[in-house]
């Protein structure tokens, strides 16, 4: 009853506050190498209005490119040396806006944010002077110049393949067994019960290695979406976070009796967690802070940040080290719980 | 304690917190016998078998299996016993000669055994025709058969039967009574559980478990006797009136 009145509100609460597109907050770098009047009210303004946050000041492109590898930026405004005087003597001036296109919607609206704020503060300096002044705006989109959706999507379906094949399947199969009866031939059996554990989810790992393979054959030469890193490193991490996946599955398996419970709550454990959470729909940064917190307990979050930084940004181990820990950590964590509730059923 | 017992139970005790489901109950079975093992529902047989099997640890008292100590050597009892439940067991989805192959191989059996094995199996049920077919199109008696055929396969000292023979009909439970006798025969001990009082007959002795103890445990002939019942339906009643625990 609880659920069916209570559904709802929590799900126009969710949809309506939590899971927004619009970007709220946004954190930029600047490069100023102007320094003078003109840009430093720009800035203010840009930092005034509610969907940016100054983050950092830059001095050079390289400070620029390391914040978008550690992804603490979405925008980069850079003001050449000379903007005032350009503005002032010949009546135009260039700005560059460098926004991280590894999510297509997010830049998008970011720079056309951005845009906005500098047309109309080009509009208001205008007003009094008899020529009109313009600043020439250039957009740079980071990663994915073509603003391809296929970039955006591509982590996400892999996420979301891997943990529905690899949870779902994998809970579903040990638990018919049970249903079954043969489950129970097969613990009086000289089999350790690791074993059989071990031998159902063989078949998912492997499945989901062809997976994997199909995608990113599928992305790189149907989608033309570019592996910029290291295949080998996309590879592990994929397989890390299948294991993560079939851990979670036989924690499942262990603690539902029948095939049905299984589905229902790989679906609802999982499916919408994994869509609506990992930042793969809707970005994390403007959820509120509860879900924010929540979001954390999602390996797909995770896994969708790894496959974002080596397949889009190409960047190394180093900048998705924590990441691979947290999925590792999980996956250890997921296993003994389900060894142990495995183990409790036997006794 | 003499070779011929292949089972022994001695104050054998289970409980699950507060609840006593097994409740020091002692018992020995020996070998090719067929040792009936009768209760209400809830009266806790399967509890008992299960710890038997080596899937549920005793909470106290003894017991051996083939020799075994279910504390200590629970692993090893699981390769010298069968196992058939209430539930169907096989793969529907596989051959009746795939299920063969799966479960000889799951208990180590080298393929030469299991060839020759399958095809005795084979003969023996008529199911020559039918090796290739899905188990789940077969007929649930012969499914039944071939479930028991299976838990004998790799030639166990003891097969455990938890009620076998539910929702069969009487001509193939007579069939599967027949090859009980003939698995007693070669010397494998039968332990079964059942609701079916004219199976209880059939037993060489049977014992009733009530509330968690065994309340009786002789031959037939003599429980019948003893309770001044007229058959095996009678005396369970009697005892099984005397439960307090509510069945499940």
Known sequence: MFILLGMP??????????????VKNAHIAILDASKDAATASLITELNASRYFDVERYCTDYKQIDDEFKKGTIKLAV???????????HFNTAQVQLIADASDPNVANTLTSYASAIIIDFQNRITENKKLPYTINTQLRMLYNPQLKGAFNFVPGVMAMVLLLVCTMMTAITIVKEKEMGTMEIMLVSPMRPQIVVLAKAVPYLLLSIINIITILLLSVY???????????LLMLESILFTLVSLSLGLLISAGVASQQAAMFISLIALFLPTIMLSGFMFPIENMPLPLRVVSHIVPARWYYTIVKSVMIKGLGIQAILKETLILAGMMLFFLTMAVKRFKIRLA | MSNNKVITANELTKTFGDFVAVDHISFEVEKGEIFGFLGANGAGKTTAMRMLCGLSMPTSGKATVAGLDVYTENEKIKRSIGYMSQKFSLYDDLTVKENMQFYGGIYGKKDAFIKSKTASILQELHLEKEANVLVKSLPLGWKQKLAFSVAVFHEPEIVFLDEPTGGVDPVTRREFWNMIYQASAN????FVTTHYMDEA?????????VDGRIEALDAPAQLKQQYHAASMDDVFLKLARKAVRAAD
Do not use: K, W
């Not at chain 1, 050449?80 to 002032?88: I, K, R, S, T, V």
């Not at chain 1, 149907?222 to 080998?232: A, F």
């Not at chain 2, 010397?187 to 039968?190: C, F, Y």
């Open chain 2, 187 to 190: 010397g494998i001990t039968v």
């Open chain 1, 78 to 88: 850079i003001f050449p040396a000379h903007f005032d005087e350009d503005l002032q």
């Open chain 1, 222 to 232: 149907v989608l033309d979406v570019p592996i910029n890193g290291s295949v080998v």
């Open chain 2, 201 to 209: 007959e059939y037993c060489n002795r049977v014992s009733i478990m």
């Open chain 1, 9 to 22: 509100v929590v799900q126009i609460v969710i949809f309506g506050f939590a899971l927004t597109n619009e």
